[in-house]
């Protein structure tokens, strides 16, 4: 019989049950009652919350694949470290948890909306103001999410929104970090809105931030984890440096690995199952009215629309949009007036452009020209100024033949011409509903003006110099968002043109939208027009002198105006990718019931010029490079470093694991901590009894008495009980057994004899000891 057999009688006082089984009571000075769990260190406190926090940032920068620029983060942090940072301060002030959830919960959502109404708050509180102002955006957000298309801008609503998501997930994680004693699960929350932003938003800094949302959930895993423990993370055994540095190395090897495996893995960069961000277009492009989604045309930049063969440059205008009923800018479906062109007595002489418009990726029925066609074969719808092919789609290679007589307006005509009989009503009218706001701020911007052609050019100037210019913006034009465009300042050309026109209307200046192309790429022979050329603009009446394009949109200017509008020539001039700010038009068909003009004569264009100009060539697709077979090399050595790495702990749990009995285990727990303080010179002898042991340590290595006393006592029980008499891995009412209680033991002990053991000496147990 062995040691560990050895009958041990059980002692008198013991309770009935320990009689019954035989379970040796323990002696007196071994009675331990258990005290209250201690409340965590303030340290250990901290290091948790940020390491959540840190997961939260993390969760926060994902946004960026859904915003234009990184504007949006320093509020976004702000709301993680407050909502983090609150409940800090609540568990070191012992407020129960089912109190503080509430206390985040409010005091994170103030400070949205402080960070974002912060004007509307009155002594620090919101107000009805604030309330109206998030609805407005709110509704605003609603109307642009089906069609919305990243990148966006980080204002208008979507800013707000976002944040919204965020709080939500910064008061989940606490609250589940905490107030339900989480680790990994305390992650789900951000990392459900994290999947959700990666759905919505676009592919840029896919695998950076993916990898940094693995990284800092590592490292918010293990600081939870090792809070929760007994002690929490400044157990003096273990100590906050060491828990960081385990953090901070897995974190950094789990984010390396998973950022390069991510992206090379089978399927990683295939077509999505489904499309979350937009529908795809053909080769042929429709201009879409202006409600329309701008994917349909954001992906189609570098396309060739028109080719056009001109003896001078001009905006080619496709059509123009006279009805605004709050939401969306149309052409009327109902026959309107239109004045007659040859009563423009007023109108300068101007040089006459002779055009031969070939078709290249251009659908639908409508042709772009210069302003106004005086000659063409085509029908000249007059009141929408469109050359329309009727119901004939056009198709590539089409040419058509136009001659036009671009006016050169003088500013001195313009300032005298009144602008009250544009044909039509409908040029001056606006719903009943159209913002107070808006209609008060164009009065006070062209205030100082003495007549319409000043109160359009200072209106045009005001959007030019107070406003910037940007294609993330989505798509709007209704009254919410002209409230908001006018709020936020930022905006691409349906917004400038569309808000122009019915600001110009508030004035009582009749006013439409032209939509169309900027002139394009020079050639030599003419004029490339492709999807980035798309444009829409205003266009104000003047009595005698007809249509006038003003251009309220930043960085634009159409030829032949700069006399009047004081802007040079100008369009996009970037190279056209989806991230660019390239202009997005956004044109309607004119109404089928209205009038067209009869054919004109059109004096034919030299057969040369016909020649001369190109057939558009269909782009390419670029074929990847063949794999060279060498790509797979970094990911085999991080695959074996990281190996090599897991191997040994996988090992140790894997061979602890297999040892079955109990008093084994406990065995092997008592030589784990006695080959241990060996390292660090503790004279061990193998004669001596483990109480013996126990005060030899005490005496040579005391950072581990509190451990060794407990891991001897223990063994001295076990080698005198009567087998079957003590349940070593009887799970107690404190959720541990004997057996737990030895290993961890016997772990403080490793853990304090690698702190204070060199480097090299640490390094080598770590790959040699798999007991």
Same mark, same amino acid.
């Given at each position: 019989?062995?040691?560990?057999?050895?009958?041990?009688?059980?002692?008198?006082?013991?309770?009935?049950?320990?009689?019954?089984?035989?379970?040796?009571?323990?002696?007196?000075?071994?009675?331990?009652?258990?005290?209250?769990?201690?409340?965590?260190?303030?340290?250990?406190?901290?290091?948790?919350?940020?390491?959540?926090?840190?997961?939260?940032?993390?969760?926060?920068?994902?946004?960026?694949?859904?915003?234009? !620029?990184?504007?949006?983060?320093?509020?976004?942090? @702000?709301?993680?470290? %407050?909502?983090?940072?609150?409940? &800090? @301060?609540?568990?070191?002030?012992?407020?129960?948890? /089912?109190?503080?959830?509430?206390?985040?919960?409010?005091?994170?959502? /103030?400070?949205?909306?402080?960070?974002?109404?912060?004007?509307?708050?009155?002594?620090?509180?919101?107000?009805?103001?604030?309330?109206?102002?998030?609805?407005?955006?709110?509704?605003?957000?609603?109307?642009?999410?089906?069609?919305?298309?990243?990148?966006?801008?980080?204002?208008?609503?979507?800013?707000?929104?976002?944040?919204?998501?965020?709080?939500?997930?910064?008061?989940?994680?606490?609250?589940?970090?905490?107030?339900?004693?989480?680790?990994?699960?305390? &992650?789900?929350?951000?990392?459900?809105?994290?999947?959700?932003?990666?759905?919505? !938003?676009?592919?840029?800094?896919?695998?950076?931030?993916?990898?940094?949302?693995?990284?800092?959930?590592?490292?918010?895993?293990?600081?939870?984890?090792?809070?929760?423990?007994?002690?929490?993370?400044?157990?003096?055994?273990?100590?906050?440096?060491?828990?960081?540095?385990?953090?901070?190395?897995?974190?950094?090897?789990?984010?390396?690995?998973? #950022?390069?495996?991510?992206?090379?893995?089978?399927?990683?960069?295939?077509?999505?199952?489904?499309?979350?961000?937009?529908?795809?277009?053909?080769?042929?492009?429709?201009?879409?009215?202006?409600?329309?989604?701008?994917?349909?045309?954001?992906?189609?930049?570098?396309?060739?629309?028109?080719? %056009?063969?001109?003896?001078?440059?001009?905006?080619? *205008?496709?059509?123009?949009?006279?009805?605004?009923?709050?939401?969306?800018?149309? $052409?009327?479906?109902?026959?309107?007036?239109?004045?007659?062109?040859?009563?423009?007595?007023?109108?300068?002489?101007?040089?006459?452009?002779?055009?031969?418009?070939?078709?290249?990726?251009? #659908?639908?029925?409508?042709?772009?020209?210069?302003?106004?066609?005086?000659?063409?074969?085509?029908?000249?719808?007059?009141?929408?100024?469109?050359?329309?092919?009727?119901?004939?789609?056009?198709?590539?290679?089409?040419?058509?033949?136009?001659?036009?007589?671009?006016?050169?307006?003088?500013?001195?005509?313009?300032?005298?011409?009144?602008?009250?009989?544009?044909?039509?009503?409908?040029?001056?009218?606006?719903?009943?509903?159209?913002?107070?706001?808006?209609?008060?701020?164009?009065?006070?911007?062209?205030?100082?003006?003495?007549?319409?052609?000043?109160?359009?050019? &200072?209106?045009?100037?005001?959007?030019?110099?107070?406003?910037?210019?940007?294609?993330?913006?989505?798509?709007?034009?209704?009254?919410?968002?002209?409230?908001?465009?006018?709020?936020?300042?930022?905006?691409?050309?349906?917004?400038?043109?569309?808000?122009?026109?019915?600001?110009?209307?508030?004035?009582?200046?009749?006013?439409?939208?032209?939509?169309?192309?900027?002139? #394009?790429?020079?050639? !030599?022979?003419?004029?490339?027009?492709?999807?980035?050329?798309?444009?829409?603009?205003?266009?104000?009446?003047?009595? !005698?002198?007809? /249509?006038?394009?003003?251009?309220?949109?930043?960085?634009?200017?159409?030829?032949?105006?700069?006399?009047?509008? #004081?802007?040079?020539?100008?369009?996009?001039?970037?190279?056209?990718?989806?991230?660019?700010?390239?202009?997005?038009?956004?044109?309607?068909?004119?109404?089928?019931?209205?009038?067209?003009?009869?054919?004109?004569?059109?004096?034919?264009?030299?057969?040369?010029?016909?020649?001369?100009?190109?057939?558009?060539?269909?782009?390419?697709?670029?074929?990847?490079?063949?794999?060279?077979?060498?790509?797979?090399?970094?990911?085999? @050595?991080?695959?074996?470093?990281?190996?090599?790495? $897991?191997?040994?702990?996988?090992?140790?749990?894997?061979?602890?694991?297999?040892?079955?009995?109990?008093?084994?285990?406990?065995?092997?727990? /008592?030589?784990?901590?006695?080959?241990?303080?060996?390292?660090?010179?503790?004279?061990? @002898?193998?004669?001596?009894?483990?109480?013996?042991?126990?005060?030899?340590?005490?005496?040579?290595?005391?950072?581990?008495? *509190?451990?060794? *006393?407990?891991?001897?006592?223990?063994?001295?029980?076990?080698?005198?009980?009567?087998?079957?008499?003590?349940?070593?891995?009887?799970?107690?009412?404190?959720?541990?057994?004997?057996?737990?209680?030895?290993?961890?033991?016997?772990?403080?002990?490793?853990?304090?004899?690698?702190?204070?053991?060199?480097?090299?000496?640490?390094?080598?147990?770590?790959?040699?000891?798999?007991?």
């Amino acid at each position: 019989m062995t040691a560990l057999d050895t009958p041990v009688p059980v002692l008198p006082g013991a309770s009935e049950r320990d009689r019954s089984s035989g379970r040796r009571a323990p002696t007196p000075s071994r009675i331990r009652v258990p005290a209250a769990r201690p409340g965590k260190s303030f340290t250990s406190d901290l290091l948790a919350s940020s390491g959540l926090a840190l997961f939260s940032l993390a969760v926060a920068a994902g946004f960026a694949r859904v915003f234009a !620029g990184w504007g949006f983060f320093d509020d976004f942090a @702000v709301i993680a470290i %407050v909502g983090h940072g609150t409940g &800090l @301060v609540a568990r070191r002030f012992r407020v129960p948890a /089912w109190a503080t959830i509430p206390i985040v919960m409010v005091v994170v959502f /103030w400070t949205v909306g402080y960070l974002y109404y912060g004007a509307t708050y009155s002594w620090g509180l919101p107000t009805s103001d604030t309330w109206t102002l998030f609805n407005a955006e709110l509704d605003l957000v609603r109307e642009q999410f089906s069609v919305a298309v990243a990148p966006v801008v980080d204002s208008g609503g979507w800013d707000v929104l976002a944040a919204i998501g965020l709080a939500i997930a910064v008061v989940l994680a606490d609250a589940f970090a905490f107030g339900a004693l989480a680790r990994a699960e305390a &992650l789900v929350p951000g990392g459900v809105l994290f999947v959700f932003i990666a759905a919505l !938003g676009d592919d840029r800094r896919r695998v950076a931030l993916s990898a940094l949302l693995v990284g800092a959930g590592v490292v918010a895993t293990v600081l939870l984890r090792a809070h929760h423990a007994p002690g929490g993370i400044t157990d003096s055994t273990r100590g906050a440096p060491r828990v960081l540095m385990q953090a901070a190395g897995v974190a950094i090897a789990v984010a390396l690995i998973a #950022g390069y495996v991510g992206a090379r893995v089978p399927g990683a960069n295939s077509e999505p199952l489904l499309e979350t961000r937009g529908v795809g277009n053909d080769d042929s492009s429709v201009l879409s009215p202006l409600v329309d989604i701008r994917s349909r045309l954001t992906n189609q930049r570098n396309v060739e629309m028109i080719v %056009v063969t001109a003896n001078a440059k001009s905006y080619w *205008r496709q059509t123009t949009l006279a009805e605004f009923d709050g939401q969306i800018w149309r $052409a009327p479906d109902h026959d309107i007036g239109a004045p007659d062109l040859t009563t423009l007595v007023a109108r300068p002489p101007a040089a006459e452009i002779r055009q031969l418009v070939r078709i290249a990726g251009l #659908g639908g029925t409508q042709v772009p020209a210069a302003a106004d066609p005086v000659a063409t074969d085509l029908p000249f719808h007059q009141s929408s100024s469109t050359l329309s092919t009727a119901e004939e789609e056009l198709s590539r290679g089409d040419s058509f033949e136009v001659i036009s007589d671009p006016p050169l307006f003088d500013p001195t005509v313009l300032a005298a011409a009144s602008s009250l009989d544009p044909g039509d009503e409908i040029y001056v009218e606006l719903p009943d509903d159209f913002p107070a706001d808006a209609a008060a701020l164009a009065r006070e911007v062209t205030a100082g003006a003495a007549n319409n052609y000043e109160r359009a050019k &200072l209106l045009q100037d005001w959007f030019n110099s107070e406003f910037t210019y940007s294609l993330k913006v989505q798509p709007g034009h209704g009254n919410n968002a002209i409230e908001g465009f006018l709020r936020d300042r930022v905006g691409y050309c349906e917004q400038f043109a569309g808000t122009y026109a019915a600001m110009m209307r508030s004035l009582g200046i009749p006013a439409r939208v032209a939509v169309g192309f900027t002139y #394009g790429t020079a050639t !030599g022979t003419g004029y490339s027009v492709t999807g980035r050329n798309a444009h829409a603009w205003p266009e104000v009446w003047f009595d !005698g002198l007809g /249509w006038v394009l003003f251009e309220p949109t930043p960085g634009r200017g159409a030829p032949g105006t700069e006399n009047y509008t #004081g802007l040079a020539e100008d369009q996009d001039t970037s190279t056209g990718s989806p991230q660019d700010d390239g202009d997005q038009p956004v044109p309607d068909e004119p109404a089928a019931a209205e009038p067209a003009t009869g054919p004109t004569t059109l004096p034919p264009i030299p057969e040369e010029d016909l020649e001369a100009q190109p057939t558009p060539t269909p782009v390419e697709p670029v074929e990847p490079p063949p794999d060279s077979g060498n790509a797979w090399i970094p990911f085999a @050595v991080l695959a074996a470093a990281a190996l090599a790495l $897991a191997a040994p702990p996988i090992g140790r749990r894997i061979r602890r694991r297999s040892t079955r009995s109990p008093s084994e285990q406990v065995a092997n727990n /008592w030589n784990r901590a006695v080959e241990a303080l060996r390292l660090v010179d503790v004279p061990i @002898v193998a004669s001596d009894t483990p109480t013996e042991t126990a005060l030899v340590t005490v005496r040579t290595f005391p950072i581990v008495s *509190r451990p060794m *006393r407990s891991l001897a006592d223990t063994i001295m029980l076990a080698t005198y009980a009567e087998r079957g008499t003590v349940d070593l891995d009887h799970v107690g009412a404190y959720g541990t057994s004997t057996v737990r209680d030895t290993s961890h033991w016997a772990r403080q002990i490793e853990r304090a004899v690698n702190d204070s053991v060199p480097t090299r000496v640490r390094v080598f147990r770590y790959f040699t000891v798999w007991k």
